[in-house]
């Protein structure tokens, strides 16, 4: 192509036999591109589409495996908690439990204790009361034959010892007295 501007006439193209050739090599090389280069353009680029949209289709595969195993996770959390809470429910429960069975043997063993004691201290009065009761005897025998001045038979003297007993016992002593 020759533009001729030295003539006065701008943009005018001359068309000779390279016009021609450039024209014949355009088209041939068009029609190469056409058949042999453009479809493995056309191939790779293809290709390139099916690889994003498979990439695509693993992330989105991949996001909701994650999305189910963070639910899983979610639920084992949960049951997690649950089964935790059910222990602390358990052994507040039992301590509960363990505390009031304590509580019962603390008392049960108070009142055997409490019951032992006073049996011993009413064995320790009777003892007492038996101690002052022969002591008593004795004093009323020594003092009875010191007042008669005569020794007392067996029998006589079971009887003065009961009814001098009794008297002590009612703490009324002065009904021996008076009828004397």
């Known amino acids: ?6 003539e006065g006439t701008a943009g005018v193209i001359e068309i000779n036999g390279t016009v021609i050739v450039e024209l014949l090599t355009f088209l041939l ?8 280069v453009y479809p493995e ?17 693993d992330t989105e595969q991949a996001r909701a495996d994650a999305e189910a195993r963070l639910q899983e996770a979610q639920a084992r959390l949960d049951d997690a ?4 809470q059910q222990v602390v429910d358990a052994a507040s429960k039992s301590a509960e439990q363990l505390r009031q069975d304590l509580r019962q043997k603390a ?10 004691a ?29 007042v008669i001045g005569e020794a007392l038979d067996d029998r006589k003297h079971r009887q003065l010892i009961e009814r001098a007993i009794e008297e002590v016992a009612s703490g009324d002593g002065s009904r021996g007295r008076s009828g004397s």
């Open 81 to 84: 908690r649950k089964t935790a």
């Open 118 to 146: 006073r049996k011993e201290i009413e064995a320790e009065r009777e003892k007492a009361v038996q101690a002052v009761r022969s002591e008593v005897a004795g004093m009323v025998v020594t003092a009875t034959e010191k």
């Open 41 to 57: 353009i056309v191939k790779v680029a293809e290709g390139r589409q099916r690889a994003i949209a498979q990439q695509l289709h």
């Open 1 to 6: 192509m020759i533009l001729l501007a030295t």
């Open 29 to 36: 090389m068009l029609a190469i591109l056409a058949r042999w």
């Open 107 to 116: 008392d049960e063993e108070s009142k055997r204790i409490t019951e032992a």
